[in-house]
């Protein structure tokens, strides 16, 4: 996971795919999924930076313990803006990582509200074959998040409840 994001220039993603701009005036990167103003976001940490060396080396390193990597399936909505994000990181990923072994396709995912669309977003029980694993490995998206503990519960939670002792792991 580190190598992958280690071997994203993410901040010319940002200017060349959602904001086509250079200049760097209408966003920037940020270290998590919050607003810079939100309880939730850590001005000390900072974002990931762009390593192409390292993620070389982290994968080596993973390629020397699995043995093998494996191809990830990488899922993304049809939005053109997006679809042009994560196609241009899949295609960066095998690209930099194809010698070593390790490809990255893009999918369709699911719309979202369908039953696929419920099944691809649920975390897959063990044993139970009413919630089947997600046949994918990676999922790009964009989400609007007004009350980051709120609306990050289900993610962290075990239940579906909103139990405060789910969310103690």
């Not at 920037?28 to 000390?44: D, E, I, K, V």
């Amino acid at each position: 996971r580190r190598a992958l994001v280690y071997s994203l220039n993410r901040q010319q993603l940002l200017e060349t795919k959602f904001l086509q701009e250079p200049e760097g005036r209408l966003g920037r990167l940020t270290s998590g999924p919050f607003a810079t103003r939100s309880y939730a976001y850590n001005p000390l940490v900072k974002p990931h930076r762009f390593d192409p060396v390292l993620a070389y080396s982290l994968i080596l390193g993973a390629r020397s313990e699995l043995k093998t990597l494996p191809t990830l399936k990488l899922i993304c909505p049809q939005d053109p803006t997006i679809r042009a994000a994560a196609k241009e990181m899949a295609e960066n990923w095998t690209r930099m990582f194809e010698k070593l072994g390790l490809k990255v396709v893009l999918l369709d995912a699911p719309p979202p509200g369908t039953v696929a669309g419920r099944i691809s977003t649920a975390t897959a029980k063990a044993g139970d074959p009413s919630n089947p694993p997600a046949d994918w490995d990676m999922r790009y998206e964009i989400i609007r998040m007004a009350e980051p503990l709120v609306e990050l519960w289900s993610v962290a939670a075990i239940t579906d409840g909103t139990d405060i002792n789910s969310v103690q792991h």
